[in-house]
């Protein structure tokens, strides 16, 4: 009896063993590594103003989309925050690059050292969602990434500083790829900003700004090479965006609304394509009335009538009264008088307004090859990062479902037909 056993015992072995051999054997895909970058007020249509040789390169193995449509304001910070939270702007609390906050009567000013505090930062980047789930990250300048947030902040991270050239961040980008795996960043962010900051001196559309996006591309092609040379091209998702487009701004379209209402009402908060105002104590309807009468070039809201595509009313931040300056025009804060080059820029308007859209490519293991889809909404880019590096969500207002095309695992899009965003 015993002998019967081990006989079976050793048939069942070789069995098993035999059919193992016989099988396929499963290849376990890589860890993908996602490089988020940003090149600042890169227009939807600047990849087509010049030539753009390393992007296009890029592209013929990637996805573009039509647009990346902004939240409302489409400026820098609240747009950089939603990217990485996909939260619009009244639910992560960034509700300008300048904000009072009438709960603790504090100014936030992308300049100070506001920016490092944690209590303005709602909402769970991409960075924390991604180090509470185990892996590590890496921000080469990215809106919130120096502040503690939920107590946690990126492995490896660098305070801006717009002396950094761009030759010195990608180094930065590709040391960090260079750690051993264990405590290599497997999310990590580039920021660039020469679009934006030409933009606003000499335009959108000026000799400037095609010799920045020539620049860019440029730096480009110096990450792309070091990718290549540490072999990682084929195991890296890159993800490139913009935070919003630029409008340009005539020189003589400025709107003084110090001379429609007395400083002395109110305090203005932000300027340039929009301005929060407070009002003093118990003159909230004389500021209203007084800019509803004088009307010009500009949009004038009480707090509950603005725009619900706006998504921009719920936060204690955003000021009881907000002015929307006409696509082209400029609120000048309260006793200036700004100067504009012949043709200067701006952004912060409408985000639906097609200057405003901002730019989204991407490329990798986890992207379908050379198609072009529609617009964009950029509250669903976390969504699809999130899902590229397998990782939960955090509660948030975007949509996988509108996104989700573009990669591998779904079904292609025909670039001659680009997708529309469903509403």
């Not at 960075?127 to 185990?134: D, I, L, N, P, R």
């Not at 005539?250 to 609304?257: D, F, P, R, S, T």
């Not at 001379?259 to 300027?271: C, I, N, P, R, Y």
């Amino acid at each position: 009896m015993k002998f019967f056993f081990r006989l079976t015992y050793f048939v069942s072995f070789y069995f098993v063993i035999s059919c193992a051999s016989q099988s396929p054997v499963a290849k376990v895909p890589p860890l993908r590594t996602l490089l988020l970058i940003s090149m600042d007020g890169f227009r939807w249509d600047y990849l087509d103003k010049t030539d753009t040789p390393n992007l296009h390169a890029f592209l013929k193995d990637g996805v573009r989309a039509k647009g990346l449509q902004s939240v409302f304001p489409s400026v820098t910070f609240p747009n950089h925050y939603t990217i990485v939270t996909g939260l619009y702007a009244e639910h992560h609390g960034i509700v300008s690059n300048e904000m009072y906050d009438p709960s603790t009567k504090k100014h936030f000013d992308i300049k100070t050292t506001e920016v490092d505090a944690p209590d303005w930062w709602g909402g769970e980047p991409l960075w924390v969602s991604a180090e509470k789930q185990g892996i590590r990250t890496g921000t080469m300048f990215w809106v919130g990434s120096t502040a503690e947030i939920k107590g946690v902040r990126p492995t490896y991270f660098e305070k801006y500083d717009a002396k950094v050239t761009k030759s010195d961040r990608i180094a930065k980008v590709l040391g960090w790829l260079d750690i051993p795996l264990g405590k290599r960043p497997r999310f990590l962010t580039l920021y660039f900003e020469d679009a934006d900051t030409i933009g606003h001196k000499f335009g959108p559309d000026s000799p400037e700004e095609k010799k920045a996006i020539e620049g860019l591309d440029a730096a480009f092609g110096e990450l792309w090479s070091g990718l290549k040379s540490r072999g990682l091209e084929d195991s890296t998702d890159i993800v490139i965006v913009s935070d919003h487009g630029m409008a340009t701004v005539e020189a003589n379209h400025v709107i003084h609304l110090d001379s429609l209402v007395k400083a002395a009402d109110v305090e203005m908060v932000g300027g340039g394509a929009f301005a929060n105002l407070w009002p003093k104590k118990g003159k909230e309807n004389v500021v209203f009335k007084a800019l509803s009468r004088a009307k010009s070039h500009y949009q004038v809201y009480r707090k509950n009538e603005i725009p619900e595509r706006f998504h921009y009313r719920e936060h204690r931040r955003i000021a009881p009264i907000l002015v929307v300056a006409d696509e082209g025009w400029y609120l000048a804060k309260f006793g200036t008088s700004p100067k504009f080059n012949a043709h200067s820029g701006t952004h912060g308007y409408d985000p639906e307004l097609e200057s405003m859209q901002g730019t989204l490519l991407a490329r990798g293991p986890s992207f379908h090859r050379g198609i072009e889809i529609g617009s964009v909404h950029n509250t669903d880019l976390y969504e699809l990062m999130c899902h590229i590096l397998g990782i939960k969500p955090a509660p948030n207002d975007g949509n996988f479902l509108r996104v989700q095309a573009m990669l591998k695992s779904e079904a292609p899009v025909s670039a001659s037909e680009p997708r529309p965003v469903p509403q």
